[in-house]
């Protein structure tokens, strides 16, 4: 496997003055804040590339801090938070799906979720609460003597007997049922009710009400000082899980309105809404640094800085618009009032540069921001390359903090400490994730490489059951490589095997039950490069690929097509024989969940020729393209030499068959 360096701004000799040891002061061991921001993509923030999000306070902390570029989260918060309290990897402590506020089920052995016989594999049935019996990080840590203590989001466990009391946390600030803030708003009063029944109507937990309109997070941030205070003498370990950036769309008006007078980069961030939750999150994080400086503590403080999943690309869309704001009554009205208001039809935020987001496989699901900061210990304005995990981080801290890792747990995260303390190395780790519904599967992350293994066919978008991609090359992964590079699978794959094998994880299985049904497979063989034939096979001809019909409507779909409108498609073909007929563009933008029954098509001719045609069709799309149907004449089909899709700025998606043999 291939070693990554640490990539240090310091010189390295400057390293020689850093502790390669942990417990510098003999007795003070240092304390430890897990910082965990929801929903925070990979370039959400000034540090990690934004130019219209303000995040002053984290921006200044990477100076002081070693900022990753590869670290990985799961794509959603319940599994994600296991593994960092757990140490453990999703096929070990089962937790899959975020499920985290859902009523619990009775414990006992991975089995696999009821089926149909429309699914192609048996998926692993999701758990629904942390391990009762798992030693957390907060045990191991209150076991070696700290204090601890969790404030904010947990979604781990929705009865009290699953509750972060139960978990080594001695004081806790938090409610349930809690995928989003507390109540479902960000403002007080949340209305949270300490015997509330779990499940039930009411939020219940310790929660409690602030001043009129009091933001969730400024009370987080509040409550953590309090605490740091009051335990600045002795070791503690805090979780201080944010709740931003998460659903409910709402924040603070003013800076909502800050935010909407700025200038938009072109191809960046422009959601006003999501720049205001951000910049809430970050005023707080700048109040516990300062705290932490006017207490003297900052250098006996180790403070990690991370995402529990990629930024959300999906929420907000027209149609989830148009649903709130229909009816006046629902309880996302006022917030979709002022998100549409401000920020138009746009999804929270985008994950550039990446695939993809929250809740999907792809980079932009999984990949997010990392950073840690122990002043003298780990060299300030630092950055790594090397590949972390999530799960990394309970051996990790541990070995820092110079505490021994419990008995009778087993932990599947490896300490990259010494990245952190001696910056000579990276890890050479292979990071899995393992989210089977909804399209998802594993990904794997070895090197530069990337294998994505589904269960569930999509060929609207995705293509087969297997990509793979060179991130060094690709870190879009736009290029599916699996048909080129059947040893590279193979070999990916065998790590998938071991994964499930070492982990005692329960792997998905052929469903012996399966009916093949309409879904036609895409043939991953054939020279297309992601386009999905449907109604309609490829063949390979001389210099071109013909796309013959086999129903009435067919076409080439893709989903490797994402570029705001409006859109110029450029076409090199001819009909089947020189015949004549006309094609179609159908598209389908973000935030929609489905073609539209009419309209978003434009029709194009194809004249009776043998030779080639250069076909020019202006496609009006509105807003960003998600998925494109390139519909070919029924009758006669279509030679196609190369296709073009480009936006008004920025480089063409292309396909060039001219070039394949
Ligand atoms: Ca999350």
Redesign the pocket.
């Given at each position: 496997m291939r070693l990554y360096c640490v990539l240090l701004v310091l010189p390295i000799c400057a390293l020689a003055c850093l502790s390669a040891t942990a417990n510098a002061e003999p007795g003070r061991p240092p304390n430890i804040i897990l910082f965990l921001v929801?929903?925070m993509g990979w370039t959400d923030g000034g540090i990690f590339g934004s130019e219209y999000y303000e995040t002053p306070n984290i921006d200044a902390f990477a100076e002081q801090a070693m900022r990753f570029t590869n670290a990985y989260a799961h794509p959603?918060?319940s599994p994600?938070r296991a593994s960092i309290m757990t140490g453990q990897e999703e096929s070990r402590h089962g937790i899959l799906s975020a499920h985290g506020h859902q009523e619990p089920e009775p414990w006992g052995p991975q089995v696999y979720q009821p089926a149909t016989p429309k699914d192609e594999y048996l998926l692993t049935k999701s758990r629904r609460y942390l391990d009762p019996d798992a030693t957390t990080l907060a045990e191991a840590f209150r076991d070696a003597g700290y204090r601890t203590a969790h404030m904010g989001k947990w979604h781990l466990g929705l009865t009290q007997e699953h509750w972060p009391g139960q978990h080594g946390f001695e004081v806790t600030f938090h409610s349930a049922p809690d995928p989003g803030p507390p109540g479902s708003t960000y403002f007080s009063p949340h209305g949270v009710h300490p015997d509330g029944k779990p499940g039930g109507a009411r939020r219940v937990g310790n929660i409690v009400d602030g001043p009129k309109g009091e933001h969730i997070d400024d009370r987080l941030g509040t409550e953590a000082i309090k605490y740091i205070t009051e335990h600045q003498d002795e070791p503690f370990y805090l979780n201080l899980w944010m709740y931003d950036c998460?659903g409910p769309w709402e924040a603070k008006l003013d800076v909502i309105q800050k935010f909407a007078e700025k200038e938009s980069h072109r191809d960046g961030h422009t959601n006003p809404v999501y720049g205001a939750m951000l910049k809430t999150m970050d005023d707080n994080f700048g109040r516990i640094m300062t705290a932490l400086d006017e207490l003297g503590i900052a250098d006996d403080t180790i403070v990690v800085f991370f995402s529990?999943?990629g930024g959300n690309t999906h929420s907000m869309g027209a149609s989830e618009q148009k649903r709130n704001l229909a009816n006046p009554k629902h309880r996302a009205h006022a917030y979709t009032k002022i998100y549409n208001k401000y920020a138009g039809i746009q999804h929270p935020t985008r994950n550039l540069g990446l695939r993809d987001g929250?809740g999907s496989l792809y980079e932009g699901g999984e990949r997010v921001p990392l950073m840690v900061r122990w002043p003298e210990h780990i060299p300030a304005g630092s950055l790594s390359d090397a590949i972390v995990n999530n799960i990394d981080l309970y051996p990790t801290l541990l070995e820092l903090a110079g505490q021994a890792e419990p008995d009778n747990h087993v932990i599947d995260g490896k300490s990259f400490a010494r990245v952190l303390t001696e910056g000579i190395e990276g890890t050479s780790r292979t990071s899995v994730s393992y989210f089977p519904y909804h399209g998802g599967g594993v990904s794997v992350r070895d090197g530069d490489w990337k294998l994505i293994q589904r269960y569930t066919r999509k060929p609207d978008s995705y293509e087969g059951l297997v990509e793979l991609f060179n991130l060094k090359d690709d870190l879009g992964e736009s290029r599916n490589l699996a048909a080129e590079m059947p040893e590279k699978v193979a070999e990916l794959s065998k790590l998938i095997d071991m994964h499930f094998q070492q982990t005692g994880g329960l792997a998905p299985k052929p469903n012996p039950d399966y009916q093949p049904g309409t879904v036609t497979p895409t043939k991953s063989r054939s020279p297309t490069h992601g386009l999905v034939p449907r109604q309609c096979r490829i063949e390979s001809i001389d210099g071109a690929i013909r796309v013959i019909a086999e129903g009435k409507n067919p076409f080439l779909g893709t989903a490797q097509v994402k570029l705001e409108g409006p859109i110029t498609l450029h076409l090199q073909a001819r009909g089947v024989n020189g015949e004549s007929g006309t094609g179609r563009v159908q598209w389908r933008t973000q935030g929609q969940t489905e073609f539209p029954a009419t309209g978003q098509t434009v029709d194009f001719e194809v004249s009776a020729s043998t030779t080639w045609q250069d076909i020019t069709v202006q496609v009006p799309v509105e807003g960003r393209s998600q998925l494109l149907r390139l519909h070919v004449p029924a009758s006669a089909g279509l030679d196609i030499r190369s296709i073009s899709w480009k936006a008004r700025d920025g480089k063409p998606v292309e396909w060039d068959f001219s070039t394949d043999q």
């Open positions: 929801d929903d959603l918060c994600s998460h529990d999943n929250k």
